[in-house]
């Protein structure tokens, strides 16, 4: 069984995963939650109570827009990508590497695992 993040991790990150995976298609709530929980092998499993505070914020700062839609027999709230959500991924994107690459260094000096794909700046 896969140790789940601890929120303190999550925190800062759960803006980034949700973008990412709303970026990829049009997603509803669930289909949501299972992508981030496959995507992460089970580290990330994000509860309905803190999943859907987050799309209404990410809604309300123009960077997702959602529509009801019941084409699949069931009426589901869905969630699109907007071009603002888009740039924004893509700068929050680059800022989280820079960050993990930051982080590897000062690990990689204590001997532990090395990010793969990341280089040490020796």
Not at 41 to 65: D, F
Request: proline share 2%.
């Amino acid at each position: 069984m896969t140790a789940r993040f601890q929120r303190d991790l999550l925190r800062g990150s759960l803006d980034l995963m949700i973008l990412s995976v709303v970026s990829r298609e049009s997603q509803y709530g669930y289909s949501i939650q299972k992508q981030l929980n496959l995507a992460t092998n089970g580290q990330v499993a994000l509860p309905a109570g803190t999943l859907y505070p987050l799309l209404h914020k990410l809604e309300s700062q123009n960077l997702i827009r959602s529509r009801w839609d019941d084409s699949t027999g069931r009426r589901r709230k869905w969630y699109d990508i907007t071009a603002k959500g888009r740039k924004a991924l893509n700068q929050r994107t680059s800022v989280w590497q820079n960050y993990v690459a930051c982080v590897a260094d000062l690990l990689g000096d204590l001997g532990g695992p090395v990010i793969a794909g990341q280089q040490r700046n020796s």
